[in-house]
């Protein structure tokens, strides 16, 4: 399995919702990622977890809290976020060392009203 | 932290001729430089990277060329086909720890008939 899987692919949600984004690869890679990217920007880094422990906070905002479950698993649940947070949010995955590169998912495309 | 630039931000070529992407790098520390196509709604997909040791890496019809010295790297697209287009981003990284990948802000690539 060479793919890293992301659900939901769209997602709508209310300021004042509490929603997660879910991300599953099965390639063994112990690097995952958050990032996100914006209409017709380069991917900004949200999060690192490395060996399921967090390794980098960009300084995100609280509303979005990560969790690493397992070595295949990665979270971010989402709270009182605010419409310029809607955007494309990418999970990745990569050897923790000598990278191959990033593995991306499809991403989930999120939408708050 | 790194800071990688890009140039230029859009590129048009007719069918079959070829195109350069430049990029260059600003940490010596850096030593993996990825390549990505992003087609429209797309995920982030690799097509070629090349580390610090090496000076040129082909795989068909494309390349990438490093000159660690000057801090520079470039994408060599030849024989360009429609379905090349896309946004290419350049990226760099260090791989001795799963660390950040840093974007460029992207090249927009047209493939006209």
């Known amino acids: 399995d060479t793919e890293v899987t992301q659900t939901p692919k769209h997602l709508v949600m209310g300021m004042t919702n509490k929603k997660s984004l879910k991300c599953e690869q099965h390639m063994g890679h112990r690097a995952m990622y958050w990032y996100k990217q914006k209409a017709k920007k380069p991917p900004e880094l949200m999060f690192v977890?490395?060996?399921?422990?967090?390794?980098i906070n960009e300084s995100v905002p609280s509303r979005f809290s990560p969790e690493c479950p397992n070595s295949s698993l990665l979270n971010l649940h989402l709270h009182a976020l605010q419409p310029e947070d809607s955007a494309l949010y990418l999970c990745?995955?990569?050897?923790?060392?000598?990278?191959?590169?990033?593995?991306f998912g499809s991403g989930t495309r999120l939408t708050v009203v | 932290g790194e800071n990688v630039e890009q140039h230029p931000s859009t590129l048009s070529v007719q069918e079959g001729d070829s195109a350069v992407i430049k990029c260059t790098y600003s940490?010596?520390?850096?030593?993996?430089f990825p390549w990505y196509k992003q087609e429209l709604g797309k995920r982030p997909q690799l097509i070629i990277d090349i580390r610090s040791n090496v000076g040129e890496k082909k795989d068909q019809r494309i390349a990438v060329t490093l000159n660690k010295t000057a801090k520079h790297f470039s994408l060599h697209i030849t024989e360009t086909q429609p379905e090349d287009s896309a946004v290419y981003f350049c990226a760099a990284s260090y791989t001795g720890t799963a660390s950040k990948l840093t974007f460029g802000t992207g090249t927009r690539l047209q493939v006209t008939l």
């Open positions: 940490d010596s520390a850096s030593n993996y």
């Open positions: 990745a995955s990569s050897q923790v060392t000598g990278s191959r590169g990033y593995t």
């Open positions: 977890y490395s060996y399921e422990k967090l390794s």
